[in-house]
């Protein structure tokens, strides 16, 4: 199957999303994110960091370190009230966007 | 975000740096073993695991980096980072450092002093709400028939006329009228008052005003303790009430809140205090010695002769604060039409000129304004001077640091970063240099303070330095760093990592044309600074020899004014009589006599006080008038030329006589013999007959002009209040205790003002331009002190920079004259470039001090000539220590470093 990059922006929506169902560290939300997609889209692992520190950063996020399900130190994230909301408006804000672009394509 | 959050993430970021850094690592890893473990689950070897997991994963540190930016602070790590190499570096070179910062220290201190003072006198407003709404109301008018005038006016050829007082019924006028669009309110100054307080303390003189039931309202201030005056203490026979100062409620009560419901008396008068004043209120007259209040209707008591329902009595200053939404225009013309209405009988073309108010009502704002914007340009020319030496030190420095530039470029830092660490450096420079020149400020502004004025004591406004001075400093010295360090910082930033790093070679690119143009315009500007520090020097030295007539040493001088003390008209010759014995009285007195105004301290009497019957001329005769005791000339040592000097025998009964001076006897009767000849004085009908000329002296000060002068005897002509002069056989301030007993056992209620001697009061009177010379004179030299820095700092580097060279021509057989020379001869081109810029420039900036100069022309070629001279012949032996060093250079030593 293709790989497809992912999309400038996408990957705090999807990052936010995978931990909207509870905290989870940085590998899981690798995991995660492959196979809730099929295998589609692909990420360089650790390209998530810098997206995980920025989120933290805006306090959107929020981490702790605790013990992996193997028995090792991992640092979980979880979402914050403030990160909800952005989940929310990023995803309503993904809808409308993808809703306009099926239109265009359609109507084209 | 919340703000709170981002502190302490920011805080986090900058000092738990390495805990987050050893979490983030630990993370990855961590990250990275979970994937490692999977693909060994998947049935990979261990090997190929791992490195598929690193594939996966990506650059580790790349990836590391760019999560420390998300941090947020990397900018505020940099500053930190650079400002602590900038340090290192710094205190690696203190000799460049002390200089760098010593000379900005200086300058910025200098700066700082000055704006003070600025600040204070010309732009604080008062601390009450609103001062914008505040005028100051004068008025203009052609041909105005005044009567009584107390205040200050000026009036032109055609008979138009300035001036700020009016008479109450007009200051109630516009009140009145202009209710609506203002708040109109009037003050009057109140001179030479004896205020008795408490039974332990002495009556003393002191100043205080009189105003209007509106003004502290209108002013918006308010009481510090107790109340101010209103409305109610002007109705009838409501209580004298008096408002103290805050410094005088502490002088006189050590600020005792039972000072308040006290009884003082001014000049007998008893006055209940009802208030006190805050401390930082300056008062409605910025600078003045103010230091009570009392209301319009103590008129009749302390100012008897100038009545408030007179029209012909003009002496109420007026200010206004206009009512909110109304346009200056508005309140202007509604006030024209108001004051044209009130003088349409006495005056033509009346106009009132309304300016603002916002720092109240000043005269010394005036006579201070030119000098100290002067001295803040004369600092702004050496800030310059100190910013392009520091700008060529940083050149040479960044020069020696091309290849550590070149190493930083080479391994990642971009262009910007290279930029703000060089920037950095000078901003840490001028930081240090602003930080000491505060220190040199707060003790600078009390010398500029007293030089200026003088005395500290009177120079009575607030210099502390509030906020707005140090936002000056701060303004300044970021200013400066950047003027400094921007060239520097420019060429770091053009650092070239491959050239930089290449084998510097002995004929490197040549990178002193802007040095030079440094050196050059610090030359230049230290040419116009010397040619005025020149001339205020000559200035100075002009009026020290200044012979003013008379003798000035061991002459004690005091006021007194037996009119506070219930003296009226010719009563108080009694009064002077009495005191005049027992003066003579004290052992080691020569001799004693009193005149109206005291010599040399600015104030005169006269004008076109008086006609000359036999004298036919167009212009009215004018003259400067001088009442004095028949002692005057013997304790002055004024010689009497021609005919008799004044007598005790000239009393009020007898005929009426005056001696004149020389310049007068010329001007009038240059032909005849003055003896004999009579003047008549304007509203007296006796005939005033000349009986003496005397050498001519000066009157006002020493910079002034002999005025023509006309002397009369205090018995014929009696004045109310009156300076004393001691001549003593030792040191004048010696007999001051024995001085106060004696006028005491004459009258205990006249209080004893102003003691001095006359060689202060002469000092006094050439104050400004002692300063001018002194501060110019220390500013130029720091100037050329810094330039000679510059230039001895460029020739240095470039006799480093080229030692290989001359260490081949010297192989070569060239001599050490023929090495030394050619740097001494561009030393003498750039001073000379220099003193070619700055001599035209000084011609042409030195005629704004025109004023300011005594017996010597703004353009005095031998000034100038010699301030250029000096450059040049610094700028050699600056030079001269380099050029040897070149000279000595060792041919095979030189070549062998290749």
């Known amino acids: 199957m293709a790989k497809t990059e992912l999309l400038q922006g996408t990957l705090d929506l999807l990052i936010l999303t995978v931990l909207g169902r509870g905290p989870m560290h940085g590998f899981a939300i690798a995991q995660r994110i492959r196979q809730l997609s099929d295998d589609v889209l692909t990420v360089e692992e650790g390209s998530l960091y810098p997206a995980l520190y920025r989120m933290e950063q805006k306090g959107w996020i929020d981490s702790e370190w605790g013990q992996s399900e193997n028995n090792r130190r991992a640092k979980y994230y979880q979402l914050t009230k403030s990160g909800r909301k952005q989940l929310e408006a990023e995803a309503s804000g993904w809808e409308r966007m993808c809703l306009a672009i099926g239109l265009v394509l359609k109507s084209a | ?898």
């Open chain 2, 1 to 898: 975000m919340n703000p709170v959050w981002r502190m302490r993430a920011w805080f986090r970021a900058l000092f738990a740096k390495r805990k987050l850094d050893a979490e983030m690592h630990e993370e990855m890893r961590s990250h990275i073993e979970m994937r490692t473990q999977e693909n060994l689950a998947n049935g990979m070897s261990p090997d190929e695991a791992r490195c598929a997991a690193l594939r996966r994963f990506g650059h580790v540190d790349g990836i590391k980096e760019i999560c420390r930016d998300q941090r947020g602070v990397r900018w505020l790590g940099d500053l930190i980072q650079d400002a602590r190499f900038g340090v290192r570096m710094l205190a690696k070179s203190p000799s460049f450092t002390a200089v760098a910062v010593g000379s900005l220290a200086l300058g910025i201190g200098a700066g700082t002093a000055i704006f003070a003072l600025v600040h204070a006198v010309l732009l604080r407003s008062l601390p009450v709400p609103n001062p914008q709404e505040l005028l100051v109301l004068k008025w203009s008018g052609t041909k105005p028939q005044l009567g009584n005038f107390m205040g200050s006016q000026a009036a032109d050829a055609a008979g138009h006329v300035t001036a700020d007082s009016v008479s109450y019924p007009v200051f109630h006028g516009l009140r009145e009228q202009c209710a609506a669009q203002a708040d109109v309110f009037a003050f009057t100054e109140l001179q030479e008052l004896r205020i008795t307080a408490r039974a332990r303390h002495e009556p003393f003189a002191t100043a205080g005003l009189m105003v209007s039931d509106n003004l502290f309202s209108g002013l918006g201030v308010h009481p510090l303790l107790g109340r101010l005056l209103g409305p109610e203490d002007e109705a009838g026979g409501a209580e004298p009430a008096i408002v103290l100062t805050y410094e005088c409620w502490q002088r006189e009560f050590d600020l005792d809140p039972a000072g308040l419901g006290q009884s003082v008396t001014l000049n007998g008068n008893p006055y209940t205090i009802v208030g006190v004043l805050p401390r930082d209120f300056p008062g409605v007259v910025a600078g003045d010695r103010t230091e009570f209040y009392v209301p319009m209707s103590a008129q009749p008591q302390l100012l008897s002769s100038w009545s408030l329902t007179a029209p012909d009595r003009w002496f109420v200053k007026l200010m206004a604060r206009k009512k909110p939404g109304v346009s200056d225009a508005q309140v202007e013309s509604a006030l024209n039409v108001a004051f044209a209405r009130e003088t349409e009988t006495i005056m033509k073309e009346a106009k009132v000129l309304v300016s603002s108010g916002r720092n109240g009502f000043s005269y010394q704002r005036n006579t201070y304004r030119k000098p100290l914007l002067l001295l803040l340009g004369i600092v702004g020319v050496v800030i310059l001077v100190a910013c392009a030496n520091l700008a060529g030190l940083l050149l040479a420095r960044g020069a020696v640091r091309e290849h550590e530039f070149a190493v930083r470029a080479a391994i990642g830092a971009g262009r910007w970063r290279l930029i703000r660490q060089s920037l950095t450096e000078s901003l840490l420079i001028a930081l240090f240099g602003g930080a000491l020149g505060i220190l040199v400020a707060v003790w600078g502004k009390a010398v500029v303070a007293r030089l200026l004025a003088g005395s500290l004591d009177n120079f009575r406004f607030d210099t502390s330095l509030d906020l707005a001075v140090l936002g000056f400093t701060l303004g300044t010295a970021l200013l400066t760093a950047l003027l400094s360090g921007l060239l520097a910082a420019l060429r770091a930033g053009r650092s070239d990592a491959l050239a930089g790093l290449k084998e510097r070679t002995a004929l490197g690119a040549p990178r002193l044309r802007v040095g030079k143009a440094l050196v050059v315009a610090q030359v230049a500007l230290s040419v116009l600074l010397l040619a005025g520090a020149g001339l205020y020097v000559r200035t100075l030295v002009n009026l020290v020899r200044v012979n003013p007539g008379f003798a000035t040493d061991n002459l004690l001088l005091f006021r007194v004014s037996p009119r506070t003390a219930g003296y009226r008209g010719s009563k108080s010759a009694g009064f002077y009589d009495n005191a005049q014995q027992s003066l003579a009285a004290i052992p080691g007195v020569k001799s004693v006599t009193l005149m109206q105004n005291p010599l040399l301290a600015g104030s005169m009497s006269g004008g076109s006080f008086f006609t000359l019957p036999n004298h036919s001329s167009e212009s009215e005769p004018n003259a400067y008038k001088h009442t004095v005791s028949e002692t005057f000339f013997a304790t002055m040592s004024i010689p009497v030329l021609l005919g008799r000097e004044l007598r005790a025998s000239d009393t009020e009964s007898s005929p009426k006589v005056v001696v004149v001076n020389q310049a007068f006897a010329h001007k009038y009767f240059p032909e005849t013999n003055p003896l004999g000849q009579v003047l008549k004085v304007k509203g007296n009908d006796a005939d005033w007959q000349i009986v003496g000329v005397c050498q001519d002296t000066k009157y006002t000060g020493v910079k002034d002009e002999i005025p023509p002068t006309v002397y009369f005897s205090y018995r014929q002509d009696a004045i109310g209040f009156a300076c004393f002069a001691v001549r003593t056989a030792l040191p004048p301030q010696a007999i001051v205790p024995s001085v106060r007993k004696a006028v005491a056992a004459v009258n205990p209620l006249v209080p004893l003002a102003g003691i001095t001697t006359q060689k202060a009061m002469r000092d006094q009177s050439i104050a400004q331009e002692r300063m001018f010379a002194s501060l110019c004179g220390a500013l130029a030299c720091l100037a050329v002190l810094l330039s000679c820095i510059g230039l001895y700092g460029l020739m240095a580097y470039n006799v480093a920079r080229r030692t290989n060279e001359i260490g081949i021509r010297m192989a070569l057989g060239a001599t050490r004259r023929n090495v030394a020379w050619p740097i001494l001869r561009e030393a003498v081109a750039l001073g000379g470039v220099g003193a070619g810029i700055g001599i035209p420039t000084a011609l042409a900036l030195t005629r704004f001090i025109k004023s300011q100069l005594y017996g010597v022309a703004p353009t005095d070629p031998v000034t100038i000539a010699s301030a250029a001279a000096l450059l040049v012949t610094v700028a050699v032996i600056a030079a001269w220590i380099p050029a040897r060093r070149a000279a000595r250079v060792d041919p095979m030593v030189a070549l062998r470093c290749e």
